[in-house]
């Protein structure tokens, strides 16, 4: 047996032994869940992260017309409707992509996405949630626009890919255009592929802020529009060699408390590594400081810790014993919190289809 | 889609086109195809790109009755939300505008896919 299937395999059976004390699961729920309870970047949509529950369908916008035309029919008779998303570029016409690649200023401009949404505050409430956030990537070394020879590279590839195919009739049908189109996008891919490994871990810096106000009764009018919670958000990722990725983030949510015992305040602060030192093995590694605050209740304050430890590997040799392609190795959970809640750390294995940690 | 006949002097310079988005910072590549008076394909007239977005097609009297047409793609970046792009396709003589127009597909947005357009054209010695 190599060596190669050895390591693997030694895992496997020491994840065997444990399991009085772990979980085995079919699937890859488990290290998800570890992985995903905090996160080490900003959300896609500020706004969306101060409304309850999952905004089902996102309307992409892109002028300013069609911006104002969506924000006025959020307002029937005086009331707000609920249930509408939105994001938009609001610096969407950033000139050409010379231009773009000679001026950081432009790159920030063209990458900060508004966004904005309505929901109801609860099942049955006439109340109605509105909130507008923006996310700013300040810094983002794998924008591959910004980088010539990226872009270059990627035209290059598609020029070569159109050539290879020979001449279309004039006019083809769209049909026709979009096939020759397809099979140079699947030429390329290689191209894509590449350029995605060489830049995974680039420096990356994302900034995100969020307000949301509460509309009484659902009424749209300035007195009825009261304050309620809004959100910072920052990320930074940097690298360190080809494999490693260092992230830190902060997160602070504020509301607006109406009654004892409400969470007023709530922030996070962590950190995380994560190692891909080849293709079939991945590492995590992360410890985050979670706080919350409540209102009228300082005895019910809490502070605690997160923690988690992933390995990821796949195994040629143990594919041919497991259908799934992937084995997932976990420990974390939180560490005591204040309040005297006993620790709650857990191993875990899992083996899957589709690889938990990616670059 | 009815294909534009564009006028060039015959004494004139030479005649180019260029494909771009000059709005968007966005990639645009592609092909310039060349095809003769009977619109059987005649090979490549040249490639257009960020680093060179004109492509020379030759002299009005070497290109009279001539048809072209650029086919490319808004090149994906991976956008989210979906960027705007809108094509422009401009035919010139001695750097002078002779024509300038967006191609059908040459407006929206572009997200993980690449977006493909084409825009024929011909060129008369007038």
């Known amino acids: ?108 401009r063209w990458r900060t996405v508004l966004s904005a949404g309505t929901a109801q505050v609860a099942d049955g409430s ?82 995100g802020v969020g307000v949301a106000a509460r509309a009484h009764g659902g009424v749209f009018r300035q007195d009825s529009l009261v304050g309620d919670r809004g959100g910072f958000w920052t990320a930074l990722a940097v690298p360190v060699g080809q494999a490693v990725q260092a992230s830190g983030t902060a997160r602070l949510t504020l509301a607006n408390a109406d009654s004892a015992g409400a969470e007023r305040l709530r922030g996070v602060v962590g950190g995380r590594l994560r190692v891909f030192p080849r293709g079939a093995l991945a590492l995590s590694a992360e410890a985050a400081q979670v706080f919350a605050r409540y209102r009228d209740r300082r005895d019910e304050d809490e502070n605690w810790t997160h923690v988690g430890v992933q390995l990821e590997f796949s195994s040629t040799f143990l594919a041919r014993f497991i259908r799934s392609g992937w084995i997932g190795v976990s420990y974390g959970g939180d560490l005591e919190r204040t309040g005297g809640r006993s620790p709650q750390l857990s191993f875990q294995y899992a083996f899957y289809q589709n690889r938990v940690l990616k670059r | 889609m009815d294909i534009p006949s564009i006028s060039a ?43 060179e977005s004109e492509v020379v097609l030759g002299s009005a009297a070497s290109v009279d009755g001539f048809f072209f047409q650029a086919e490319g793609a808004v090149l994906a970046q991976g956008d989210d939300p979906p960027s705007p792009y809108q094509v422009v396709v401009t035919v010139l003589q001695d750097g002078a505008e002779l024509h300038r127009d967006t191609p059908e597909n040459g407006t929206g947005t572009v997200g993980d896919a690449d977006q493909a357009f084409q825009y024929a054209f011909r060129i008369v010695s007038a």
């Open chain 1, 126 to 207: 006439a109340d109605v949630l509105v909130s507008a956030g923006l996310r700013i990537p300040v810094i983002d070394r794998s924008d591959p626009r910004a980088d010539p020879a990226v872009v270059r590279r990627l035209e290059n590839a598609w020029q070569a890919a159109l050539l290879a195919q020979g001449p279309p009739g004039l006019n083809p049908s769209p049909e026709k255009l979009q096939q020759r189109a397809d099979s140079a996008a699947r030429l390329i891919q290689p191209v894509r592929d590449s350029i995605a490994a060489a830049s995974w871990n680039r420096l990356k810096w994302d900034l």
């Open chain 2, 9 to 51: 002097r015959p004494g004139g310079g030479a005649v180019s086109v260029r494909v771009s988005d000059p709005t968007h910072p966005q990639s645009v590549a592609g092909v310039i195809w060349r095809y003769d008076s009977g619109q059987n394909p005649n090979g490549s007239a040249g490639k257009f790109g960020s680093d």
């Open chain 1, 1 to 108: 047996m190599s060596r190669r299937a050895v390591v693997p395999m030694a895992l496997a059976l020491v994840s065997a032994t444990l399991a009085d004390r772990a979980g085995a699961q079919a699937g890859s729920g488990a290290i998800e869940s570890l992985v995903s309870q905090v996160s080490f970047g900003i959300p896609s949509s500020p706004a969306f992260a101060l409304l309850p529950g999952q905004t089902s369908e996102v309307e992409h916008l892109v002028t300013p017309h069609d911006f104002q035309s969506a924000i006025a029919t959020w307002v029937r008779d005086g009331k707000l409707h609920a249930g509408a998303a939105l994001d938009f570029r609001p610096f969407s016409t950033a000139g050409t992509l010379r231009e773009y690649q000679r001026h950081p200023g432009r790159q920030i």
